[in-house]
């Protein structure tokens, strides 16, 4: 049996007005369009969208998994970032 | 980076099990928890593809309208159902092409319920009813799995399951509260299905080969004479509240084991169906052959329609 298959999308999708889109899981189709429309179908079948992104899995960049934990420390002792780390005097009020 | 040995990743990979934290398909992982995983998540694929040919039989033959329309909705999201998880299965490396085949060679199983056939309207009421209720009862615990994407689409899954459950539960009551006649059809149905479905659950746990260290990998989650039992103890009234009789002379409450106890399974039966030989298995893989076969023109223009419409694109971008 022939194996030529049509290349893997990425599939993301705007739940409502006002919300980003967000990944919900992959397919294949042979071109964009067709990726729209099959997304539609499965990803989409209980309203669960009000648009859909899609975009061909090997154009996606990713940081390496295996570096993460170096790649994410400069923030890690960063703990002054975070309203938390400040001491407000008692009585002082709106902030 | 520091270089680890397979020692060393293998106890921090268990350590981030043990700590629930998801694994996600670019991290480290062992070959044998990949594996797994491809096995089981691409069968339970292969399930949802071959599951929509025993309920596919009656859309045609659908009593009113209304079921019709109800029933195509039920297949059609089980043919979602295997494709979010044939990418769940792709991220773990799996060749999508290459699984469909092992499919179709036999090499590839898929579940054993699906090679019974439907003889009457009212096994659509026992599909959803019993199939997809002892589906939601292996799959509610799968949303807690190790592997993100796995996780992830069972969540999507379980939701659309409570619909098929009640529309069959739905059927079946309706033909247990119609005309003598149909409630026959109702309870000849019930007999039929009972015993298959307290199969889905797979081998009891001491014949069970696959399942301690899934359990341990929180691949499995709960084992399946556990899932087998919660099945039996929440179907059982629900099938007195319609007025039909579960087909187990052994089935009766034990008041000390807050729990029914219930009769043998025919694991002959079971081991003979899994091997090929149920009723069904010859024309499942066959219909599914011919789907893929009579389907191959279409996938190929597509592609070859996709590559035109590029290279035209790519000729206007240069005379720009
Ligand atoms: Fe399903
Ligand atoms: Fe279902």
């Not at chain 2, 979010?84 to 579940?111: C, F, N, V, W």
């Not at chain 2, 081998?203 to 359990?215: A, C, R, V």
Request: charge should be negative.
């Amino acid at each position: 049996m022939s194996t030529k298959e049509w290349p893997l999308w990425e599939v993301f999708i705007r739940s409502k007005q006002g919300l980003s889109h967000k990944h919900v899981g992959s397919l294949r189709a042979a071109d964009s369009e067709m990726a729209i429309e099959n997304a539609r179908d499965v990803y989409t079948r209980r309203l669960e969208g009000v648009s859909i992104w899609v975009v061909e899995s090997k154009l996606i960049a990713a940081s390496d998994p295996k570096d993460s934990d170096a790649f994410f420390e400069p923030a890690e002792d960063k703990i002054y970032r975070h309203p938390t780390f400040y001491d407000v005097p008692d009585g002082i009020s709106h902030m | 980076m520091e270089k680890l040995s397979i020692d060393e990743l293998e106890k921090r990979f268990q350590a981030k099990i043990d700590a629930d934290i998801k694994i996600e398909p670019n991290d480290w992982m062992p070959e044998a928890y990949r594996k797994t995983l491809i096995r089981q998540i691409s069968q339970h694929a292969h399930s949802e593809i071959v599951g929509m040919l025993p309920e596919g039989n009656w859309i045609t033959r659908a009593p009113s309208l209304k079921r019709k329309a109800v029933l195509l909705a039920k297949v059609q999201d089980e043919a979602g159902h295997g494709l979010y998880l044939y990418s769940a299965a792709e991220t773990l490396g799996m060749d999508r092409e290459q699984s469909i085949d092992d499919l179709h060679s036999g090499k590839a199983k898929y579940s054993s319920i699906f090679n019974y056939p439907t003889l009457t309207w009212a096994d659509m009421g026992s599909i959803g009813w019993l199939v997809d209720g002892a589906a939601i009862m292996n799959q509610v615990p799968l949303c807690r799995c190790s592997y993100g994407p796995y996780a992830r689409a069972m969540v999507r899954v379980c939701k659309e399951e409570s619909f098929h459950q009640r529309q069959g539960f739905e059927i079946i009551s309706t033909l247990a509260n119609g005309t003598p006649e149909q409630k026959a059809m109702a309870q000849e149905s019930l007999n039929r299905w009972w015993w298959p479905a307290l199969m889905m659950f797979g081998p009891s746990d001491k014949d069970s080969t696959h399942s301690e260290q899934s359990m341990k990998w929180k691949i499995k989650r709960v084992s399946n004479d556990d899932l087998r039992q919660q099945f039996v103890d929440v179907t059982v009234p629900q099938a007195e509240m319609i007025g039909l009789t579960v087909p187990d002379k052994d089935l009766k409450w034990n008041e000390e084991r807050g729990h029914y106890d219930f009769g043998v399974i025919n694991w002959d039966e079971f081991n003979q169906v899994v091997q090929g030989n149920g009723p069904c298995n010859f024309e499942r893989i066959e219909a599914r052959k011919k789907a893929k076969e009579n389907g191959m023109w279409v996938r190929e223009a597509a592609l070859a329609f996709a590559e035109k419409r590029k290279n035209k694109i790519d000729i206007k971008i240069k005379e720009i």
